[in-house]
Nanobody
Framework: QVQIVESGGDLVQPGGSLRLSCAASGFSFSMCAAVSWYHQAPGKERELVAS????????NYADSVKGRFTMSRDNAKNTLSLQMNSLKPDDTGLYYC?????????WGQGTQVIVSS
């Protein structure tokens, strides 16, 4: 059974940092065509934050997070991480992990990040 679970969301002050994690079961992130993090702000559509493709060595980032967020993949632990620094109120929302595996896209349930003083 394919399952993705995100964790690490929290309430943080502007300028602070958080590290989100995504764990997979039933498949390996290393076998995915792409793995990604998405952000859905309140009342807005889900947007791509960062992604790593199977043939890529470096993540691609949305302009809004370049220089602040870092995505990484640990194949041994079968996890993804999103290190978020210099957080802004606009970063508030749900963060989702997505894996493109065998022509299907699998999503986690999301983890909530609130950036507020």
């Amino acid at each position: 059974q394919v399952q993705i679970v995100e964790s690490g969301g929290d309430l943080v002050q502007p300028g602070g940092s958080l590290r989100l994690s995504c764990a997979a079961s039933g498949f390996s992130f290393s076998m995915c065509a792409a793995v990604s993090w998405y952000h859905q702000a309140p009342g807005k559509e889900r947007e791509l934050v960062a992604s790593i493709t199977s043939d890529g060595t470096r993540p691609n980032y949305a302009d809004s997070v370049k220089g602040r967020f870092t995505m990484s993949r640990d194949n041994a632990k079968n996890t993804l991480s999103l290190q978020m620094n210099s957080l802004k109120p606009d970063d508030t929302g749900l963060y989702y992990c997505k894996a493109d595996f065998l022509l299907e896209s699998y999503w986690g349930q999301g983890t909530q990040v609130i950036v507020s003083s």
